[in-house]
T-cell receptor, first 112, second 114 residues
Framework: DTGVSQNPRHKITKRGQNVTFRCDPI?????LYWYRQTLGQGPEFLTY????????KSRLLSDRFSAERPKGSFSTLEIQRTEQGDSAMYLC??????????FGEGSRLTVL | AQTVTQSQPEMSVQEAETVTLSCTYD???????LFWYKQPPSRQMILVIR??????QNATENRFSVNFQKAAKSFSLKISDSQLGDAAMYFC???????????FGPGTRLSVLP
């Protein structure tokens, strides 16, 4: 197992376009998280899955954001009608029984 | 709502010296976890050390140790014998025992000077 994998690593898009990011967690982990991180800031919680169930979603999350985790394996984060303010690093993390998070390298989004 | 504060945006330390990074948090919970994560430039975040709030003994991992003051809601990280590879952003994080949301501080950028 090579850890948490995220794709694509970088995405440049024009304002108004839709983008989708994929996260493959550590295989035995049942918890999966999405965070957003802007330059010089700490990660900001977006949403959390326990297996395939989305149990928590940040109130700050716009309706343009949606996440899925079919079959409790990989997860996708889609942003519709992107805005320049969506430019950030989108981090995925997974967790198992130890309670800590294991992060991927992130997907950097640039909206022009 | 829980909040995590790191009052030092940037710190520097000479190689082989010791440095302490500060973190305070606000919570009404009595049972929770605290973490320090390291994020090297353009690399993924990795766990440095964790502390369970119910444990009075401060956690230690090799050159990294914490000073956990529950009453003061303080959780500082001490790095001994600093190495060039310690240069990174350091984030303090909190998670309530019965919650799943990790709350992160704004981070401290640590530079290690040769």
């Amino acid at each position: 197992d090579t850890g948490v994998s995220q794709n694509p690593r970088h995405k440049i898009t024009k304002r108004g376009q839709n983008v989708t990011f994929r996260c493959d967690p550590i295989s035995e982990h049942n918890r999966l998280y999405w965070y957003r991180q802007t330059l010089g800031q700490g990660p900001e919680f977006l949403t959390y899955f326990q297996n395939e169930a989305q149990l928590e979603k940040s109130r700050l999350l716009s309706d343009r954001f949606s996440a899925e985790r079919p079959k409790g394996s990989f997860s996708t984060l889609e942003i519709q009608r992107t805005e320049q303010g969506d430019s950030a690093m989108y981090l995925c993390a997974s967790g198992g029984g130890t309670g800590e998070l294991f992060f991927g390298e992130g997907s950097r989004l640039t909206v022009l | 709502a829980q909040t995590v504060t790191q009052s030092q945006p940037e710190m520097s330390v000479q190689e082989a010296e010791t440095v302490t990074l500060s973190c305070t948090y606000d919570t009404s919970e009595s049972d929770y976890y605290l973490f320090w994560y390291k994020q090297p430039p353009s690399r993924q975040m990795i766990l440095v050390i964790r502390q369970e709030a119910y444990k009075q003994q401060n956690a230690t991992e090799n050159r990294f140790s914490v000073n956990f003051q529950k009453a003061a809601k303080s959780f500082s990280l001490k790095i001994s014998d600093s190495q060039l590879g310690d240069a990174a952003m350091y984030f303090c994080a909190y998670r309530a025992n019965y919650g799943q949301n990790f709350v992160f501080g704004p981070g401290t950028r640590l530079s290690v000077l040769p």
